[in-house]
Every structure is written in C-alpha cells, then in structure tokens.
T-cell receptor, first 113, second 116 residues
Framework: DQQVKQNSPSLSVQEGRISILNCDYT??????FLWYKKYPAEGPTFLIS?????DKNEDGRFTVFLNKSAKHLSLHIVPSQPGDSAVYFC????????????FGTGTRLQVTL | DTAVSQTPKYLVTQMGNDKSIKCEQN?????MYWYKQDSKKFLKIMFS???????INETVPNRFSPKSPDKAHLNLHINSLELGDSAVYFC???????????????FGSGTRLTVV
C-alpha cells in the first residue's frame, strides 16, 4: 500500500525553465512533507519541507506547494540549473513516537543545456 | 568528515552467505534507521532504533537482525542471503525519535548489495 506516490518517473527540462515535480498521498494523517534530492552513488539529502497547515514554502529557487484537499504537493524549481539534475523524492511524516518518513519512488530530473 | 558513514559501499556475495553492513553517525543523533531501496527504487523503512532501543521493525524477515551497540552505531546483519535481498541499503539518523520536519534524516551514501 503505497501512501506516497510520484507518478512521473522522469522529467526533462531546459536550463533556465521551471521544473515542476509532483507528489500525491493518500494518508490524511501526514503532518509534514519533505523533498529530498539524490545524486548517483550518494544518499538522499534534505531539500525543503512544508507543514500540512501551510500551502506554500519557499527557499531560494525551490518552492513547495501543498493542496491538502487534493492530497497533492509539488516542488517548483526556478530557474532550473544543470546541477539540479538528480532524483527527487517526496516524503511524508506523521509526528509522534515511532514516526518514520514514508517515501515516494522518486522522479529523475534532467536539466538540459 | 562524513556525518553518516556506511561500510562497505559495495557488497557482492553468494546466496546462502551471511553478511553485515555497518553504520556510524558522528552527529550526536539519538535515532538511527535502516532503509531498503529495491529495484523499483522504492525507499522503504526496515528498522529504527532510538538510543539503542528498537522502535520500528517493519515486517522484515527475521534473517535481518539489526544491532545497536551504542547510539552512534547501527549495524545490519543478514543471514542466509537470498537473490531478493539484492538492493541498496541506506542508513540514516535523526536528532530525535521524531525527525525534525526542518531537516528530516541525514542519510549515509548507501551499500549496494548484490546476491548472486
């Protein structure tokens, strides 16, 4: 039962344009959502997060939008740069004891010149 | 100075063997995790430990046995390896039992296990 889904396995965007990565979830108990970035042969690294009580969080070129009624979030990268080429994982968290991050399957972003 | 380090990075072994993967974190975090990334790239939690105490054990075959000698170390021992165990195993840590929403986990770089 996959509670966090990233339905696009890959995305290709030109340098300078906007990259939009999508994520859907099924469990309304999630109270935080996080995005991780992963380069080959490295572990995922934290990028940005959003609380379920907010609808937007921005950090430099990265903005995460949350639509709670649709159980959908998206990560916007503007402008996209070649160094952004990586796999992006969406993750969700229910806070409390024995809490854990539940991950999606990732979207591979390729930023082309 | 690596924050979460795993060894080995690559492990190729035959079916039926027993192997261990080691993980150490120097962040002073209280909680450590093992995640498995399978061939479908799905990152799934296996275990979590908080201050050497097992907190999460997610329906993992009992051939997998985690060991936490202290809160800075979480090792994974796998008995009687099977082809289906081939995956990338990630160790991670967080400051507290509930990961900080502002930081989440800090991951190691992974151990690619190939069972032949």
């Amino acid at each position: 039962d996959q509670q966090v889904k990233q339905n696009s396995p890959s995305l290709s965007v030109q340098e300078g344009r906007i990259s939009i990565l999508n994520c859907d979830y099924t469990n309304s108990m999630f109270d935080y959502f996080l995005w991780y970035k992963k380069y080959p042969a490295e572990g995922p690294t934290f990028l940005i997060s959003i609380s379920s009580i907010k609808d937007k969080n921005e950090d430099g070129r990265f903005t995460v939008f949350l639509n709670k009624s649709a159980k959908h979030l998206s990560l916007h990268i503007v402008p996209s740069q070649p160094g952004d080429s990586a796999v992006y994982f969406c993750a969700a968290l229910i806070t409390g004891t024995a809490s854990k991050l539940t991950f999606g399957t990732g979207t591979r972003l390729q930023v082309t010149l | 100075d690596t924050a979460v380090s795993q060894t080995p990075k690559y492990l190729v072994t035959q079916m039926g063997n027993d192997k261990s993967i080691k993980c150490e974190q120097n962040l002073g975090h209280d909680t450590m995790y093992w995640y498995k990334q399978d061939s479908k790239k799905f990152l799934k939690i296996m275990f979590s430990y908080n201050n050497k105490e097992l907190i999460i054990n997610e329906t993992v075959p009992n051939r997998f046995s985690p060991k936490s000698p202290d809160k800075a170390h979480l090792n994974l021992h796998i008995n009687s390896l099977e082809l289906g165990d081939s995956a990338v195993y990630f160790c991670a840590s967080s400051q507290a039992i509930t990961p900080s929403p502002a930081r989440g986990y800090t991951f190691g770089s992974g151990t690619r296990l190939t069972v032949v």
